[in-house]
DNA sequence: ATTAGTATCAACACTGTGTTCAGTAAAGGA
DNA sequence: TCCTTTACTGAACACAGTGTTGATACTAAT
């Protein structure tokens, strides 16, 4: 009926599509092979080519969406996303990590929602912690224990992903990416002056 | 073999409590009800005497944890416990909050973490948003714009869940619940203090 | 002694899994 | 043009777990 012979990596890509649309429709839990090799339009067979079951599916999907996070959460830099904010003005490489999950929302939302997987958003902090914070401690370093710190790394990563799951859940559409990166800025500089300052 | 014949509680909390077993040694993706049956010592009729599948056991037992929980939630009174905290005490009613959790660590921790549910998380940031940030957030009323203070809501729920999440994950002994809600109070009173005085 | 409540055990059809194997259709190099 | 490779199909298989049913048994309260 249509048109076959896909590449490899077509197929991949319409089975890692099918994932996502099955978790919005039934949730992570209820998918089957069944079901994604269907809504993919090719055999349940051929899914067998590709992938192992379900989470490997799921686990390639996540490993997509955090490397491309990652790539444009690295051109963070703390300080000088700092002084930049301290003016008012927008800074830009935040506004860009907001555009590449723009670009992904539907994903985003779905494995990030309540139907998805719960160690995404682990995961996520990790890319927040590791590319930004990290490099940001290093003001209050001296000022501060290291297990405050863990716990303030904890703090700012779960606020930031939690901005970004509020919006998600709103549709993205309410406010713009420029507007939810205004909003960022507010709440992280309160956080960053008083690391800086106080204690 | 055993003493049969519990008590209808009994057995419900007998599964409930196989099922935190379960979660945590194949995660509750691959439990399956002939394993929970077998961990809690009942045969698989019986748990269909008491659950239509994993989903109403994951239901249950999440709807325990989250009542214990905003029971106590309930008695934090925000405004107080801004005026407590500022003068570097305690404020009794989050120690509570914190020991109720540590009560309940194995259940929290597995719900929480990697192989629970998605959803649970959710929920708790619900009953710290609806019972301290709403009323918490009257101090910045006039002062800011009701979209910003949905994201700032969603920024604080977030962050509280985050500290709790980091501290149960590292096992939950090395701080201990008067130390955590030390910390919490340090970040807490960080945006409080901030949200009553600029903008 | 009867009854209601709780649990056991075995059997059932059913759905989805993971694998295998024979077959097909297109792309492209010799 | 022939031939090989690559990518997929379709049918079959044994197997796991599901959800239900019907017969049975123990225990406690009335």
Redesign the pocket.
């Known amino acids: 009926m249509s048109i076959?012979?896909?590449?490899?990596?077509?197929?991949k890509s319409?089975i890692k599509n099918a994932l996502i649309i099955q978790i919005e429709e039934v949730g992570f839990e209820r998918?089957?092979?069944?079901?994604?090799?269907s809504t993919a339009?090719?055999?349940?067979?051929?899914?067998?080519?590709?992938y192992?079951?379900?989470f490997e599916v799921m686990e390639d999907l996540q490993q997509e969406l955090l490397n491309e996070l990652e790539s444009y959460v690295k051109h963070v830099q703390p300080l000088e996303a700092f002084h930049i904010l301290k003016t008012g003005q927008l800074y830009q490489p935040f506004v860009e990590v907001i555009t590449c999950i723009k670009e992904h929302a539907t994903a985003f939302r779905v494995i990030l929602g309540e139907q998805g997987s719960p160690a995404f958003s682990k995961r996520m902090k990790e890319v927040f912690s590791n590319q930004i914070l990290d490099r940001l401690s290093v003001i209050g370093e001296e000022l501060q224990d290291s297990g405050f710190q863990q716990y303030l790394k904890a703090f700012l990563a779960s606020a930031i992903l939690g901005v970004i799951q509020e919006w998600l859940d709103r549709g993205n559409e309410d406010v713009s990416v420029e507007e939810l990166a205004t909003i960022h800025s507010r709440l992280v500089l309160f956080i960053c002056n008083l690391t800086s300052t106080q204690y």
Request: glycine share 4%; proline share 0%; no cysteine.
């Open positions: 076959h012979k896909m590449m490899n990596f077509e197929t319409a998918v089957t092979v069944k079901n994604l090799a339009n090719i055999n349940r067979g051929t899914f067998y080519l590709h192992k079951d379900k």
